[in-house]
């Protein structure tokens, strides 16, 4: 039985389990005389047949998928003759991956040998006996425990309690897959930076001015000592998101207020969904337009007053990533705007505010810790985009606060390092988990700082 039709059989065996618990509720309340006289409503007894049914089996079923093709891929290899055993690590997975593509049936490069061809076979067996034993492992698990829940049905079983409690452990595993995806990935990355602050110091990462990660194969080759001060590319960052943020921010709150105070409501209706369209377009069809209209009308504004301005510039990436950001700061300032209780509006006006006052010193303070979420939101984006900084801004790390000149940010110089075949024990690869890791710091004390300023000003206006 295959995996997916063993999950089929086994949600319908939990469906039938919330049958029959559910039926074993109505014939007890029968003969109690009706279900009054039960602890809780039958749905609840057949919710508990049948949470003890697919649970357990479900379990069991995820783990053992976990970890059957390491054991299977183990004993294919202790089965393969030492010649091929004793093979150096990364060959030896060569062979491995080429008896799975056999077992998959995709085409293998090299020739299909017999020993290869009876690994392939020896892996379908242990595969095909493995399905079976999970089959009858799931399936037996999951009829004893709707057959052992069912037989303790009795009109005091506390089963609401019973079910509310198991779901309540179901929200905090799910709540738990989040921070340990979060700490799987810190330590990832942490990992590899070790290894790259190993093979180049810290301090000439943070501290040094040039960056130039390109590391010949050769030592004789051009360019074999690579350089790999970071300051430059943060530098870049800094400034994209810094021209970015001073488009979005003041265009976002100012259309915020004026959508959430000023327009009526047809307006409201039309003008909103339409600024909203802004966050769904692609950003690579952001990248076009920068590239192509935007830094062509910058380069020749500049030549008109007599300024030098690079084909690709960090002015024409920010002008045009600030756009794309308008939504993010705009809709969800809108948001927070209106859920000000709106007797702070009319306590102000009763006190002789005009509108715009009202806005300035009653709804705008109210709103603060919702509408510095909404900049932090929009932030985190900015550093975060690769593809208008590809496209507009080019790749090369220039160390300037001109925002006519060319400059990358750390995104793009970490998609450029990693894309194609690399060998993760360079530091020319290493380097963007070291690039990683600077700007998950960064960020996360940009959080603490931001969720600083919302407690003070909360415990203000609350």
């Known amino acids: 039985m295959s995996p997916t039709t063993l999950l089929a059989a086994l949600l319908m065996l939990s469906a039938a389990a919330f049958y029959f618990g559910r039926q074993r509720a109505f014939a007890i309340a029968g003969k109690a005389g009706g279900t009054r006289h039960l602890h809780s409503r039958p749905t609840y007894y057949g919710l508990l047949t049948a949470l003890w049914c697919g649970i357990p089996a479900l379990l069991i079923f995820v783990l053992w998928l976990g970890f059957e093709d ?163 590319v943060f530098l870049g960052t800094l400034l994209i998101s810094a021209i970015a943020m001073a488009v979005a921010v003041p265009v976002g709150l100012m259309s915020a207020i004026y959508l959430a105070e000023y327009a009526n409501r047809r307006f409201r209706d039309v003008a909103k969904p339409l600024l909203e369209i802004l966050a769904g377009i692609p950003t690579v069809v952001y990248g076009f337009f920068a590239a192509i209209t935007v830094a062509p009308f ?34 969800l300032s809108d948001d927070v705007i209106n859920a000000v209780p709106q007797a702070l509006r009319d306590g102000a006006y009763s006190l002789g505010a005009t509108r715009s006052e009202a806005i300035k010193q009653v709804v705008l303070p109210a709103a ?23 496209m ?28 194609g075949d690399q060998e993760f024990d360079s530091p020319k690869t290493l380097a963007a988990f070291a690039l990683g890791l600077v700007l998950f710091i960064v960020t996360l004390f940009l959080n603490v700082i931001a969720l600083k300023v919302v407690r003070k000003y909360r415990e203000q206006y609350e």
């Open 70 to 232: 390491k054991i299977i891929t183990n004993l294919v290899i202790a089965d393969l003759p030492n010649a091929i055993r004793h093979l150096p690590e990364n060959r030896l997975n060569l062979v491995v991956n080429d008896i799975k593509n056999l077992v998959t049936g995709n085409i293998v490069a090299a020739e299909v040998d017999a020993t290869m061809q009876a690994g392939a076979a020896h892996y379908r067996s242990l595969q095909a006996t493995s399905n079976a034993a999970l089959a009858v492992v799931a399936l037996s698990l999951g009829i004893v425990g709707a057959v052992v829940v069912r037989s303790r049905i009795s009109r005091t079983l506390r089963a609401r309690n019973l079910v509310e409690q198991v779901i309540k452990y179901i929200l905090i595993a799910c709540s738990c897959i989040a921070i340990l995806t979060t700490i799987g990935i810190v330590l990832s990355v942490l990992y590899e930076a070790l290894r790259f602050f190993k093979a180049i110091p810290i301090t000439d990462f943070l501290f040094g001015l040039k960056w130039s990660p390109q590391m010949a194969i050769r030592a004789d080759q051009v360019g074999s000592s690579g350089a790999f001060g970071a300051i430059p």
């Open 368 to 390: 603060l810790p919702g509408i510095v979420g909404s900049v932090l939101l929009a932030v985190s984006r900015a550093i975060g985009e690769t593809m208008i900084v590809v």
């Open 298 to 331: 910058i380069r020749n504004s500049g030549s008109v007053l007599g300024l030098e301005v690079s084909s690709e510039s960090a002015l024409a990436a920010g002008l045009v990533m600030g756009i794309m950001i308008i939504p993010f700061v705009s809709s």
């Open 392 to 419: 507009a801004a080019g790749l090369a790390a220039n160390l300037t606060l001109n925002p006519f000149k060319t400059v990358t940010t750390v995104t793009v110089q970490i998609v450029t390092l990693l894309v």
